[in-house]
């Protein structure tokens, strides 16, 4: 099963950007569907942005025109670039494949704070 490895977040001021990579393990990565979620204390993880094998992309509408999402199939690497971050997208980010199956390995996700 694909392990996923997520970085880049942090902590910036309302307007700011970011850049979460996500690595993962095994040789399909090419062939998977596969998104980004977040999620904030007490709520379920929510999909946020998706990408297909091919390059076809898919955004939730609070982050349409904001966040962009990419892959690096040579290099088993997933990207969402945030910008014009709002306190709103403040979550733990996770990448995964897109639909979620019956059994789920979640990586340890990373943390983007927006706030003044």
């Known amino acids: 099963q694909v392990r996923f490895v997520e970085s880049g977040g942090g902590f910036v001021q309302p307007g700011g950007s970011l850049r979460l990579s996500c690595t993962a393990s095994g040789s399909i990565f090419g062939l998977l569907n596969l998104a980004w979620y977040r999620q904030t204390p007490g709520n379920q993880r929510v999909m946020v942005a998706r990408i297909g094998p091919g390059g076809n992309t898919d955004y939730t509408d609070s982050v349409k025109g904001r966040f962009t999402i990419s892959r690096d199939n040579a290099k088993n690497t997933l990207v969402l670039q945030l910008n014009s971050l709002q306190p709103d997208d403040t979550a733990v980010y996770f990448c995964?494949?897109?639909?979620?199956?019956?059994?789920?390995?979640w990586g340890q996700g990373t943390q983007v704070t927006a706030a003044s």
């Open positions: 995964n494949v897109y639909p979620l199956g019956p059994t789920v390995i």
